[in-house]
């Protein structure tokens, strides 16, 4: 089995954290919900409100309403707990969906069956992330042990002298001291926590590491593979439509560079003794185009200097050849009707299609050059 060197893809940790394969700190979670609950607990429950509906009855001269003591009692145990447990819960979620990316785990919803092996079970207890969960428990052991003597020692005589308070004032006495100890142990195991995410992230990435031929395989269903996706891009390229291989069939010939530039001429003298361009087509469909005008018998000249000059002053389809190519296009008709005459008359000579080359074009200043392929 190939080792497992290489670092993991975003699709795979996207594919991870469909799964509920994310970095997760329970620890962090569990600490934001503490101290959610510590610092609101003060603000949420009063003991004044809840003395004052008593103290109400007892200085009224007659009970009250049995329905509306009661609807007044639910109604202030609401207004006192809605809150408290609405902070709590924004201080559970936040965090985890800040470690899941807010990623939802669809996948992780289904019944796995192999979270029921106790092969599996077992190989847990020993694995790197049950180590790190005992040196984590031994640090919370020492942590705890140390908050609670730094706690009595600063705030043991305010604990231990609240018996002697009033009962309105016990109750802010202890919510208080209750708020103090939960934030003192939240800063001394902060460390910890911080500890505990890094760690769970390194051992996350661990798990999620794959090996040259998974980054391969993934590349390919990503990106696809090239060389395929080439050639169907060449096919799809290679495709003619209906209407370019009716003009290419009714062309005149089909000038060619030598296979990068496909041009069909048309020339009707009935209609207009002007030639104009019925096909422009270049790399794969110039192809396609000399390869259905070789199956219909249409006759191809390969003149690289003319087929470069026209494609060049001819920027459109159906446009008339230009006045400066015109000369070089009326050589190659006279040339194919040369050789329709000699086919019938075999001893007149032919000039050969290979002269076509040295076919010199004019260029816009009007200095003759030879087009080079």
């Not at 202030?76 to 707990?81: C, G, I, N």
């Not at 009962?167 to 902060?190: E, K, N, Q, Y």
């Amino acid at each position: 089995m190939a080792e497992k060197t290489e670092k993991p893809t975003e699709k795979k940790r996207r594919d991870a954290a469909k799964k509920g394969q994310t970095v997760k700190s329970r620890d962090s979670v569990a600490l934001a919900v503490l101290v959610a609950g510590a610092a609101s607990a003060p603000v949420c429950f009063d003991l004044m409100r809840v003395l004052r509906p008593v103290a109400t009855v007892m200085s009224a001269e007659r009970m009250p309403n049995p329905g509306d003591y009661l609807f007044a009692c639910g109604r202030l145990f609401l207004t006192m707990t809605l809150p408290f447990v609405l902070i709590c819960a924004l201080a559970g979620v936040v965090p985890a969906l800040l470690q899941s990316r807010f990623a939802l785990a669809t996948d992780a919803i289904r019944f796995d069956f192999a979270a029921l092996n106790p092969v599996n079970g077992i190989k847990k207890l020993f694995s790197l992330r049950a180590l790190k969960e005992f040196v984590k428990a031994i640090f919370y052991l020492a942590i705890t042990i140390a908050v609670a003597w730094l706690y009595l020692d600063r705030y043991g005589s305010t604990l231990f002298a609240s018996r002697y308070a009033d009962g309105l004032s016990l109750g802010h006495i202890w919510s208080t001291l209750l708020s103090r100890l939960v934030l003192l142990f939240a800063v001394c195991a902060l460390p910890v926590l911080v500890l505990d995410v890094l760690v769970e992230y390194l051992l996350h990435g661990r798990d999620l590491k794959m090996d040259r031929h998974e980054v391969k395989q993934e590349h390919k269903q990503t990106e696809g593979n090239q060389e395929v996706k080439g050639r169907l891009r060449e096919l799809r390229e290679e495709l003619l439509s209906e209407e370019v291989k009716r003009n290419i069939e009714q062309s005149a010939f089909i000038l060619a560079n030598p296979t990068h530039i496909a041009i069909g001429i048309y020339l009707n003298p009935d209609i207009v003794p002007l030639p104009f361009v019925s096909v422009r087509e270049t790399n794969a469909r110039a192809r396609a185009v000399l390869r259905h005008a070789k199956a219909k018998g249409v006759p191809i000249v390969r003149a690289i200097a003319l087929a470069r000059s026209v494609y060049k002053r001819s920027p459109r389809r159906y446009s008339f050849v230009s006045l400066e190519d015109l000369d070089g296009v009326m050589r190659v008709l006279v040339w194919l009707r040369e050789i329709e005459t000699a086919n019938r008359f075999p001893d007149e000579p032919v000039q050969q299609e290979s002269d076509f080359d040295q076919i010199e074009c004019k260029e816009d200043s009007g200095a003759a050059t030879k087009s080079e392929l």
